[in-house]
């Protein structure tokens, strides 16, 4: 989990100048208990709208980021575990 403590923020990071992707790296322990952390993707399509694959707890500031790239449209999870929304 890269050192980060739970209690830490976690940055959320550009891809392309543009922006049009976003990747949300986020420390999480699964379970309450196995420290594993995620990273979630938001891709801004050519309609404006977003594309999600969710791999992350849902927080402020992952909310924050994909409400300032546009309207989520489609939110894709994995796992039963990686639900972002």
Known sequence: MSGRSPGMPFPISALWEDALMKVLDRPFARFGVVPIGGRSTAVKLNNGDVWVLAS??????????????????????????????
Do not use: E
């Open 56 to 85: 992350t707890p849902f927080g402020s500031r992952t909310k924050a980021t994909l409400d300032g790239m546009g309207k989520v449209r489609c939110v894709i999870s994995l796992s039963c575990f990686g639900i972002i929304v």
